[in-house]
């Protein structure tokens, strides 16, 4: 299980107070709000850093840290990520999972095939689809929905899930 988790890219500077924009890599950009610090990590330094405040616009965070009060401060983090310890992460619920903590599992169909291992994970607002690296072939796309994927099991490393017809001619 990984200890950290990336919640975002900087992409630029915005206003000249020291503000950054920032690009969410979390499925939930309204939990910065409840972010108090972070780890930045720049092409040539990782450091922690307190979040002062956040707004919104448009798709992006713009997020103010405290003591950096300057863009010429601010500059030079262009394209640096942000990420939380998962301490700090936000709790999640009953059968939801860190994209991070999913990548590398190895997926299993309910007749005992192995079918391959996670990849990534999209996001397509009305369910989540598993991408799945297989050893020939194309990914196989999987939609996380309980009559596809049947459990997680992150102990073990494994995904089981049912193959509704159709699915392996994609």
Known sequence: ????????????????????????????????????EVILEAKRETRDLEVERVKFFKQFVIVKFKGLDRIEEVEGYK??????????????????????????LLVRSDEGEELGTIKDVLQTGANDVYEVERKE????LLPVIPECVLSVDLEKGEVLIHVLDGLLDL
């Open 79 to 104: 394209g640096a990520e942000l990420w939380v310890t998962r301490e700090n992460a936000v709790p999640l619920e009953e059968g939801e999972y860190y994209i991070a903590d999913l990548i590398g």
């Open 1 to 36: 299980m990984v200890s950290k988790l990336r919640v975002g890219v900087i992409s630029s500077t915005h206003g000249l107070k020291g503000e950054v924009k920032v690009f969410p890599t979390t499925d939930d950009p309204a939990r910065f709000r409840d972010l108090r």
């Open 137 to 140: 072939g194309k990914p196989l």
